[in-house]
């Protein structure tokens, strides 16, 4: 038995409408800028949850809202008509309050004309110890907000 091998798909930096990998290393919304109106089928993320790490900076939480809701914008500005967005999110927590990031973004994605197709609930064994509330050992995906009708 002969094995073929085939060569490494180039890896591009920018947004090429041939390429077949991109991996930009950046602010989203310089990637963004570069993609064509409705252009992509389907945009599956995970957005930083404001907690104050290393690769973001811990703001209030309308003031995150407010920056995620124009990166949504662009978001579906570049998703076609037939196009999905898949968003995965947790919990934001201040002063021992939870504030569950799933219903918090709901709003901004239906005043954009998007419907909620799913809800995955992702399970984990493991959390964040806490001794005033339950450990956090899930996560919400709001998978399947969708553009079209069907």
């Excluded at 990998?21 to 995970?46: C, K, M, N, W």
């Excluded at 811990?58 to 003031?63: N, S």
Aim: charged letters at 25%; aromatic letters at 12%; hydrophobic letters at 40%.
């Amino acid at each position: 038995m002969e094995l073929l091998l085939q060569p490494p798909k180039p890896i591009e930096d920018r947004f090429r409408p041939d390429a077949e990998i991109v991996l930009f290393h950046g602010d989203v919304s310089e990637f963004l800028a570069q993609i064509p109106d409705r252009s992509v089928t389907l945009i599956i993320t995970s957005p930083p949850y404001n907690l104050g790490k290393e690769y973001e900076n811990r703001v209030a939480i309308e003031q995150y809202l407010q920056a995620q809701a124009e990166v949504i914008a662009q978001l579906y500005r570049v998703l076609r008509e037939d196009g999905s967005i898949c968003w995965q999110v947790g919990n934001f927590v201040e002063d021992g309050e939870v504030f569950p990031l799933d219903i918090l973004y709901y709003p901004i994605f239906k005043a954009l004309g998007l419907k909620l197709r799913n809800r995955i609930i992702w399970r984990f064994g493991h959390g964040l110890h806490a001794s005033r509330r339950f450990s956090g050992r899930y996560e919400k995906r709001n998978s399947g907000f969708f553009r079209g009708a069907s």
